[in-house]
């Protein structure tokens, strides 16, 4: 039989444990601020600029990092010139503790949405063109079963996304491969649709090697890639004349005869302008997939949520 409290650990066990609690944990409630000092001192690049957004004097943040190096026994800074920065250590401590404080954050909102949905949270980050078609007939449904579960949206690229996902700041992501497979990452993928991928031109019927020469319109630098890939794989490089990652400049870009683009389905279900002619490319396909990061059962509210979508997705599929 196990005796709860027969065991101590070591002094030095409960000094590290002591110092992975002060490292991670949030400033005390009713304290302003949400971040740990060291993970602040790695986004805002410096101690001062880090007591600033914590509200804390800048001794106190000096004091606390050299607290942690002394109970960690790790250089966690280093002096660059007249400021500092984080040693790999540092970062990784730093890294880690927005990971912690993002899960404790979304343990009070698994906590109440476990009391019978009477309450709950649901933090969902997506592509623009999935939140503007896939994700407000979930909504609705999602309020009409379940109205006091909050579903707050982030409008991120897959890679943002799944970052979003490690640091506990998203429940649940929607995001996209034009790859069969998805990558062994540790995040659960849960397959959604086929989105169809369109060459846009002023004239129907063209292909992508009708314009090998011609100008391409590029979107966001993620979305670049894949147009370069779409194209290497049809045999040429494209010569990309324009970027924007707004929809509605690409596509007036080619019914201004600019240029020509590729373009997932979805996007074009939210717009398409008069004058530019949609090719669906038969070999190209966008794979839209649910991600989720930890291992099932999800909590209560996100599983409303993943219901909510599934049960309203066959409206919604491009076609």
């Not at 954050?105 to 933090?123: I, S």
């Not at 897959?158 to 970052?163: M, Y």
């Not at 086929?194 to 992508?208: A, N």
């Amino acid at each position: 039989m196990w005796s709860i409290g027969a065991y101590s650990p070591p002094a030095s066990a409960r000094k590290r444990r002591r110092a992975a609690t002060r490292a991670t944990s949030p400033p005390a409630p009713g304290s302003p601020g949400t971040d740990c000092p060291a993970a602040a001192v790695a986004a805002h690049g410096s101690v001062t600029e880090a007591a600033k957004a914590l509200h804390y004097s800048q001794p106190s943040i000096s004091h606390h990092l050299a607290r942690l190096e002394a109970a960690t026994g790790a250089r966690l800074i280093q002096r660059v010139g007249r400021g500092i920065r984080l040693t790999p250590e540092g970062e990784l401590l730093a890294r880690r503790a927005t990971e912690i404080v993002g899960r404790v954050d979304a343990a009070g909102a698994e906590l109440a949405a476990q009391l019978g949905l009477r309450t709950g949270r649901v933090r969902l980050a997506a592509f623009s063109s999935a939140l503007s078609v896939l994700v407000p007939p979930a909504a609705v449904a999602l309020r009409e079963s379940y109205p006091n579960i909050e579903l707050h949206l982030g409008d991120a690229h897959p890679t943002a996304a799944r970052r979003m996902l490690r640091e506990g700041s998203a429940d649940l992501a929607i995001v996209f491969s034009y790859e069969d497979t998805m990558p062994d990452d540790g995040i659960r993928y849960s397959y959604l649709l086929d989105d169809p991928v369109y060459l846009l031109s002023r004239e129907s019927g063209q292909t992508l090697t009708d314009h090998r020469d011609s100008a391409w319109i590029a979107g966001c630098p993620n979305c670049r890639g894949d147009l370069v890939r779409i194209c290497e794989a049809a045999g040429f490089t494209p010569r990309i004349a324009y970027s924007s990652d707004d929809i509605l400049v690409e596509q007036a870009f080619v019914a201004a005869g600019l240029g020509v683009t590729t373009m997932p389905g979805l996007a074009l279900r939210t717009h398409h302008a008069d004058g530019v002619k949609a090719t669906e490319l038969t070999a190209v396909r966008r794979r839209i997939h649910l991600a989720a990061f930890g291992e099932p059962p999800d909590p209560p509210a996100t599983t409303a949520f993943i219901t909510a979508l599934r049960t309203t997705l066959d409206g919604c599929r491009p076609g």
